[in-house]
């Protein structure tokens, strides 16, 4: 599979880093979750690119984006970049896809901005971050990235988090690629900026009531991250919200079942007004 463009941005003060497919309209603004980055697409954008013009930035702190100094990493910080990026691009009205936090992320947008969105897909996340889970992640950002010998090795030492996949070693490999960068000294290690897993996430179920445009929920069928029953309120609360599962995966949605998430979202943009 091949992209169409790759290049640079800024947008609200930061160098973005963005992949971009398709040139069809409406345009689909593919926002990947914490600590991964835009080529998480890879393998759900040529799917939709016949019919869509498809941008995923990294965003910052993450992939080849460029990294706050001195560290900004809370929701709205991504909220900002996402509002000046749509105005850099000169977008019509988009359709936001939002995995994981970037789901996260497009709620608050949209509840920010709501008239500025045609739709918005938020895949595998609930609206808020318990307190558990933002320990959790305040730990791992203590913890020291690793840092390997070459690629290769780096490589063999991927993982997602959550672990659990459907996704073909293959598949994985090829994301893993993707994921590190050479030191000056010659080791490897993550693009990530560790600093972004100290999250200042906005609780967004109060806000879902302001969201004026079409909304769909999408649930990993085997998902530890969204609760069916948590998915189903967050369609309910949202005035134009919908559900749906997606069968065969876990929470990583686009890299397990590529194809099954594809169909979801063409179908629901076929019933999304123009």
């Not at 593919?30 to 393998?43: I, K, N, P, T």
């Not at 739709?119 to 971050?129: F, K, N, Q, R, T």
């Not at 530890?224 to 949605?253: I, K, Q």
Request: net charge negative; aromatic share 8%.
């Amino acid at each position: 599979m091949s992209r169409q463009m790759e290049r640079q941005v800024v947008a609200n003060g930061l160098r973005l880093h963005l992949l971009e497919w398709g040139g069809g309209a409406p345009p689909l603004l593919l926002l990947h979750g914490g600590s991964a980055h835009a080529h998480w697409w890879d393998w759900l954008a040529p799917l939709l690119a016949p019919k869509f013009r498809l941008v995923a930035p990294d965003w910052r702190g993450h992939g080849d984006s460029a990294w706050a100094e001195p560290p900004a990493y809370a929701t709205t910080d991504y909220v900002d970049d996402l509002a000046a990026l749509m105005q850099v691009l000169a977008l019509p009205p988009p359709v936001l896809v939002g995995h994981s936090m970037g789901g996260h992320n497009a709620l608050v947008f949209a509840a920010s901005h709501p008239t500025a969105l045609r739709a918005v897909v938020v895949i595998d996340i609930e609206p808020e971050y318990s307190p558990a889970v933002i320990q959790f992640l305040s730990r791992l950002a203590d913890k020291p990235g690793r840092e390997f010998n070459s690629l290769d090795e780096a490589v063999e030492q991927f993982r997602l988090l959550p672990r659990e996949t459907f996704a073909p070693p293959e598949r994985l490999r090829a994301l893993a690629r993707e994921s590190f960068r050479r030191a000056q000294r010659g080791t490897w290690s993550g693009k990530l900026d560790r600093r972004t897993l100290r999250r200042s996430p906005v609780n967004a179920w109060s806000r879902l009531a302001e969201i004026e445009c079409p909304v769909l929920i999408v649930r990993a069928a085997n998902s530890f991250v969204l609760p069916r029953e948590v998915a189903e309120r967050m369609a309910a609360a949202c005035p134009h919200g919908r559900f749906v599962e997606v069968s065969d995966t876990y929470h990583h949605v686009m890299l397990d079942n590529p194809a099954a998430l594809a169909t979801v979202i063409e179908t629901f943009m076929n019933e999304v007004p123009e």
